[in-house]
């Protein structure tokens, strides 16, 4: 079992606004900086968002906000090309690791 | 722009050990970033093995158990993993990435910004 949960799946069409969530607690998202990766068809992960910062080559649609124990990533115009599954990560002082949440899996209909 | 890139073995036996070694270009791994491990089981989530620092600070998964060394040779920009005593349960995709740095702060506990392809290890006889 992951120390961040996320949604199994989301949907959404082209254009719309989706927010994928990862929750925690305070050892973690609290009180670290949370990372977002995209891996699309189990190849390799790539940072979408750091710490609410956009990096270079990630198109502006994405972004990172938290509050209290929650992270969130937000999609606003979704792109075919978004189809993919989203990790987030954070340190988790309780257990002096980086932890990862278990992963959703983001449809574009 | 930082690219890392992992070799090794794609098949070791049960009990031997697993040794992989990631090649970072346009970097250097002398600098302020942390860089580490991250393993991928066939069809499950991401499971964080390890980070070191040039500076010899290396930290790694409780949950490993002791079985792990992250080394680095400054000398070839590359840093190492080697996995003791493995079984079947380490049989996974196995990724090299930098650990980000926020404001030109470096800590260990900060999220990843940069991967490697990944390299598929499998233990079996």
């Known amino acids: 079992q992951s120390a961040l949960t996320q949604e199994g799946s989301v949907s959404g069409t082209v254009g719309q606004k989706v927010t994928l969530s990862c929750t925690g607690n305070?050892?973690?998202?609290?009180?670290?900086?949370v990372g977002w990766y995209q891996q699309v068809s189990h190849g390799a992960p790539k940072t979408v968002m750091f710490?609410?910062s956009l990096p270079s080559g990630i198109p502006d649609r994405f972004s990172g906000s938290k509050s209290g124990t929650t992270a969130y990533l937000t999609i606003s115009g979704l792109q075919p090309e978004d189809e993919a599954v989203y990790f987030c990560s954070t340190w988790d002082n309780s257990l002096s690791a980086h932890v990862f949440g278990g992963g959703t899996k983001l449809t574009v209909l | 722009q930082v690219q890392l890139q992992e070799s090794g073995p794609g098949l070791v036996k049960p009990s031997e050990t697993l040794s992989l070694t990631c090649s970072v270009s346009g970097h250097s791994i002398s600098g302020r970033y942390y860089w580490g491990w991250i393993r991928q089981p066939p069809g499950k989530g991401l499971e964080w093995i390890g980070n070191l620092h040039h500076s010899g600070g290396t930290y790694d998964n409780p949950s490993l158990k002791s079985r792990v060394t992250i080394s680095v040779d400054t000398s070839k920009n590359q840093f190492s993993l080697r996995l003791t005593s493995v079984t079947a349960a380490d049989t996974a995709m196995y990724f090299c990435?930098?650990?980000?740095?926020?404001?030109?702060?470096?800590?260990?506990?900060?999220?990843?910004?940069?991967w490697g392809q990944g390299t598929l290890v499998t233990v079996s006889s």
């Open positions: 710490a609410n």
């Open positions: 990435a930098r650990g980000g740095c926020l404001s030109s702060t470096c800590y260990r506990e900060n999220p990843f910004d940069s």
């Open positions: 305070r050892y973690n998202i609290r009180s670290y900086s």
